[in-house]
């Protein structure tokens, strides 16, 4: 079965200072990876996905990925973090076998310092 | 275009009262995805629905969880005799094809069971 790895629970960064987000997955066929934020109170707003192709995926916000076969990660990053960054991060796996679902992280909750 | 909604946004119902949560997906979209998201458990997979196809109930925690979508269209996911154990978030997601692709989750509800 898949399953999605968030190993920092909670990251506390400054403004203006990189970011880096961790996210490894085991999943046996070619994965399908996401990235979400989910800011209080609200539902889960796409970040990026990488389905195949070019390795690094850029998305919305200055967000993006790296996808890493060998080392089964799909790291989130940002080189200049903003206050509104402040939210709660997740990864997840597209599961395209018999059971379609998305298997998330556990998130990371982002705090911004000013 | 209009997102997904859910309504309420929030519940407070008594244990072993019965509730119901309702979804209303993204116009044209065939799949659509009922997702929970509690402190204890994180988010996790409830049930999933793709156009007329009988819907995977994989993930649905006990026979008191049911699920329906009428029409392709609207779903109502119906909890009978609450436990307060059952206190969490419930997304609803929607997705055009059910295939590997973006999902687009609603702003949730938020069920309290006292």
């Known amino acids: 079965a898949q399953s999605v790895t968030q190993p920092d629970i909670h990251i506390t960064v400054s403004e203006g200072a990189s970011l880096e987000l961790r996210c490894n997955y085991s999943y046996g066929a070619t994965p399908y990876l996401f990235w979400y934020v989910q800011s209080p109170g609200q539902g889960l707003q796409l970040l990026l996905k990488?389905?195949?192709?070019?390795?690094l995926v850029q998305g919305i916000k200055g967000f993006e990925a790296e996808f890493k076969r060998s080392q089964s990660s799909f790291n989130l990053r940002k080189p200049s973090v903003h206050w509104s960054d402040a939210a709660e991060y997740f990864c997840?796996?597209?599961?395209?076998?018999?059971?379609?679902?998305?298997?998330f992280g556990s998130g990371t909750q982002l705090t911004v310092l000013p | 275009g209009a997102g997904v909604s859910q309504s309420p946004s929030n519940k407070v119902t008594e244990k072993g009262k019965d509730v119901e949560l309702r979804c209303d997906p993204i116009?044209?979209?065939?799949?659509l995805y009922w997702y929970r998201q509690s402190l204890g458990q994180g988010l996790e997979f409830l049930i999933y629905?793709?156009?007329?196809?009988?819907?995977?109930k994989s993930g649905l925690p006990s026979d008191r969880f049911s699920a329906e979508r009428t029409g392709g269209s609207v779903s109502t996911l119906t909890i009978q005799r609450t436990q307060q154990e059952d206190s969490a978030v419930y997304l609803c997601?929607?997705?055009?094809?059910?295939?590997?692709?973006?999902?687009?989750f609603g702003p949730g509800t938020r069920l309290l069971v006292l």
């Open positions: 990488y389905f195949s192709g070019d390795t």
């Open positions: 997601a929607s997705s055009p094809s059910g295939r590997a692709e973006t999902q687009y």
């Open positions: 629905f793709q156009g007329n196809s009988a819907p995977d």
């Open positions: 997840a796996v597209f599961s395209s076998g018999s059971a379609r679902q998305l298997t």
């Open positions: 116009s044209g979209h065939t799949a």
